[in-house]
């Protein structure tokens, strides 16, 4: 017997979900997007990625890949599933759920930058259709999804379409759902990190749980797009604050002559209450150092100062000095100075074993370092060059990790797992450590900081 009565836009749409003929669109095609479309195509989905950058999307489509762990053989899997690239937004018509991964930094200001949120949504709004699912996944300050994407989408698709907020089963379905990756972590599978949901009311909150649950074994469906961007800010916020703790620890430790790492293994033996972070030469990445001002930035409507994220931030900015501090010293210690010395910087990445230098304390030491007069040079097997970025103006190229006793310092900012550390301290003059990676390596060479 056939189904006399027509399916509402939304079980419509579950369907072609649950039976794998829906097409997603995934917007921004970076360390987030990239991953994501990959993951739906995998699971028999035809993806259509969305990007500005012409160069992007032509890699893509030539079947090649710009993100190390991400191999050709994946892209061609995926091509073969569907999966092309674009600069086209007008494709975003044939697309029925859109995930949107865009950039979200801060501006000059330090607070911010939602241009480009802001420019997507234009973009895609004259084309979006109604009954379709919109999900945005880009780190931001609660209240965006409400009070940013909602509104664009509402007044910029030029054909009077509005977001289903409450039970009603017509519009767009618009919901958040923050994206929890851990680069360069392979303890845990993708599948397998639970993937927190809010939904702007109940139907966009059930298609979106339907469209996740096909690529992540548990979703957490939370009361509102803004409990779900606020889990995603306190879960940065939490590590800023504690990486912030033992930065501190760690410069009290050196001047009392402990080992702050000794400290947390010992303290990590305790099974309850504890949680081990540990100490570096500063804060990298597009998240740790950047989203906590998200908040601080939306607290000030409320009359609110955001103490924590602040002292945090300041403790964190700090370090790459201290780094600066503890060479002077080490240099100090046989006669030298910055100014003039030949100073190895090994690991430009902001951690090791990736290939992301976004907001890397390295770049911001080897500027240091040259400021004050250094000869600095680098190593990073994933880097053959770097020139400027945002916050960054180097132009270098990589170094062969050969001769070290030329250096009069090597230091090691990035612990890549490639490093032979014993034979880099065998070979070097002075090493300064701010990593722990010479741990068990007993040398008068070697400076902790
Ligand atoms: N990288 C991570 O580990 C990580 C983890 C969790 C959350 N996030 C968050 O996810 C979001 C994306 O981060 P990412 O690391 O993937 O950034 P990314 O810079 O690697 O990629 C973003 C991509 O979006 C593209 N883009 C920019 N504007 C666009 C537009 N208007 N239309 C289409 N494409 C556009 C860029 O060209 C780029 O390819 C950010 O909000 C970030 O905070 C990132």
């Given at each position: 017997m056939t189904n006399v009565f027509p399916l509402s836009a939304s079980e419509a749409l579950k369907t072609r979900i649950q039976t794998r003929e829906a097409k997603i669109g995934v917007v921004?095609?970076?360390?987030?997007?990239?991953?994501?479309?990959?993951?739906?195509?995998?699971?028999?989905?035809?993806?259509?990625?969305?990007?500005?950058?012409?160069?992007?999307?032509?890699?893509?489509?030539?079947?090649?890949?710009?993100?190390?762990?991400?191999?050709?053989?994946?892209?061609?899997?995926a091509a073969k599933n569907g999966f092309f690239a674009t600069c086209d937004y007008s494709l975003i018509a044939g697309m029925d759920a859109?995930?949107?991964?865009?950039?979200?930094?801060?501006?000059?200001?330090?607070?911010?930058?939602?241009?480009?949120?802001?420019?997507?949504?234009?973009?895609?709004?004259?084309?979006?259709?109604?009954?379709?699912?919109?999900?945005?996944?880009?780190?931001t300050y609660p209240g965006t999804t409400e009070e940013v994407v909602v509104p664009i989408l509402e007044k910029e698709n030029g054909r009077g379409l509005l977001a289903a907020r409450g039970p009603e089963d017509t519009g767009l379905y618009v919901a958040f759902s923050p994206e929890r990756e851990d680069p360069g972590n392979d303890t845990v599978a993708r599948r397998d990190i639970p993937k927190v949901i809010g939904g702007c009311g109940p139907v966009?909150?059930?298609?979106?749980?339907?469209?996740?649950?096909?690529?992540?074994n548990r979703t957490v469906l939370v009361s509102s797009p803004a409990v779900a961007e606020m889990t995603k800010l306190l879960e940065n916020i939490y590590r800023c604050v504690n990486i912030a703790l033992v930065n501190e620890l760690k410069q009290l430790c050196l001047r009392m002559g402990i080992d702050i790492f000794e400290v947390?293994?010992?303290?990590?033996?305790?099974?309850?209450?504890?949680?081990?972070?540990?100490?570096?030469?500063?804060?990298?990445?597009?998240?740790?150092?950047?989203?906590?001002?998200?908040?601080?930035?939306?607290?000030?409507?409320?009359?609110?100062?955001?103490?924590?994220?602040?002292?945090?931030?300041?403790?964190?900015?700090?370090?790459?000095?201290?780094?600066?501090?503890?060479?002077?010293?080490?240099?100090?210690?046989?006669?030298?100075?910055?100014?003039?010395s030949k100073i190895l910087v090994l690991g430009l990445a902001y951690?090791?074993?990736?290939?992301?230098?976004?907001?890397?304390?390295?770049?911001?030491i080897i500027e240091l370092?040259?400021?004050?007069?250094?000869?600095?040079?680098?190593?990073?097997?994933?880097?053959?060059?770097?020139?400027?970025?945002?916050?960054?103006?180097?132009?270098?190229?990589?170094?062969?990790?050969?001769?070290?006793?030329?250096?009069?310092?090597?230091?090691?900012s990035t612990d890549h797992s490639t490093y032979d550390y014993a034979r880099i301290v065998n070979e070097s003059r002075l090493v300064i450590d701010t990593r722990n990676a010479t741990k068990g390596i007993v040398s008068k060479k070697v400076v902790h900081c």
């Open positions: 921004g095609m970076g360390y987030v997007g990239l991953p994501l479309s990959l993951l739906f195509s995998g699971e028999g989905f035809a993806v259509t990625g969305f990007d500005i950058d012409a160069k992007k999307v032509d890699i893509l489509n030539g079947g090649k890949s710009y993100i190390v762990r991400i191999s050709e053989t994946e892209i061609l899997a859109i995930i949107i991964c865009v950039p979200t930094p801060l501006n000059d200001h330090h607070e911010p930058d939602m241009s480009y949120i802001t420019g997507t949504l234009r973009a895609m709004a004259p084309h979006v259709q109604p009954g379709k699912l919109i999900v945005l996944e880009s780190t966009a909150l059930d298609l979106a749980q339907v469209i996740y649950s096909c690529i992540f947390i293994a010992a303290a990590k033996t305790k099974p309850f209450g504890f949680q081990a972070f540990y100490p570096g030469p500063g804060l990298g990445g597009h998240c740790i150092p950047i989203d906590p001002f998200y908040l601080s930035w939306k607290a000030r409507e409320f009359d609110f100062h955001t103490r924590f994220i602040e002292l945090a931030g300041e403790v964190n900015i700090n370090m790459p000095y201290f780094v600066i501090e503890q060479t002077a010293a080490g240099l100090n210690e046989q006669e030298k100075s910055i100014k003039g951690k090791k074993d990736i290939d992301d230098l976004r907001e890397s304390p390295s770049l911001t370092l040259r400021q004050r007069g250094a000869k600095v040079f680098y190593n990073d097997p994933y880097f053959p060059t770097v020139g400027h970025g945002r916050n960054y103006d180097l132009n270098m190229t990589n170094t062969p990790l050969d001769d070290l006793g030329q250096y009069d310092a090597v230091l090691i």
